[in-house]
């Protein structure tokens, strides 16, 4: 076992317990296991000195050379599970092992569960917010008609000011005159009682 592996070996647990004791974690050489911490949840048969074998996620980080993670089916280890994987490279750059990890089924059907939730939540908010666009729609052309029907009004309110003022004035004259014909008879009257007095 080369130093780096060992090194990564002395740092699984630590792995574990950021990732959750849920999930199992193993590393590798090209070749075999050799160290695996079983999860509390997803416990697959495996110890070190076992090989690695084919259609694993140690198997696919190994042969790829780079991250991977997908469903590892029933057939490899008896039970399914989430794996996720990444090659432990030396110095040079060459692949000499794998830090692997798995995700018990039921952890990532709830995850999958969230997603949906969590999707169906957004087409529902998606859903609100075009409601709430519409009815804002629908205020702004209320709105715009009140502010039409206002104009409207205010114009009839001018015309009928106006003819208020003609109907005012053909009052005062119509007031105006009426007082010179009573002032007229009133003088005619006054004249007719003495005769003898002009009165100019």
Do not use: W
């Not at 849920?22 to 509390?40: M, N, Q, V, W």
């Not at 794998?98 to 995700?103: A, D, M, P, R």
């Amino acid at each position: 076992m080369t130093e780096k592996l060992e090194q990564f070996v002395d740092f699984l647990p630590y792995v574990q317990q950021m990732m959750g004791a849920g999930c199992t974690f193993g590393i590798s050489d090209r070749e075999k296991y050799i160290a695996y911490l079983p999860g509390k949840e997803l416990v697959l048969p495996l110890k070190p000195g076992d090989p690695i074998k084919a259609g694993s996620m140690a198997d696919k980080v190994i042969t790829g050379g780079q991250q991977a993670s997908n469903l590892v089916g029933k057939e490899i280890f008896g039970v399914p599970y989430m794996g996720i994987g990444i090659p432990i490279k030396d110095d040079n750059g060459k692949v000499i092992g794998s830090l692997v990890g798995g995700v018990p089924v039921t952890v990532q059907e709830e995850v999958n569960l969230m997603i949906a939730r969590m999707t169906d939540d957004m087409k529902a908010f998606e859903s609100l917010i075009t409601d709430i666009v519409v009815t804002i729609q629908e205020y702004a052309e209320t709105i715009n008609n009140l502010c039409n029907s206002a104009e409207l009004l205010t114009s009839k309110i001018n015309v009928v000011n106006s003819m208020f003022e003609v109907i005012k004035g053909v009052s005062d004259q119509t007031h105006l005159e009426s007082r010179v014909v009573v002032l007229m008879l009133l003088r005619r009257k006054l004249e007719s009682m003495l005769p003898s007095r002009k009165f100019r």
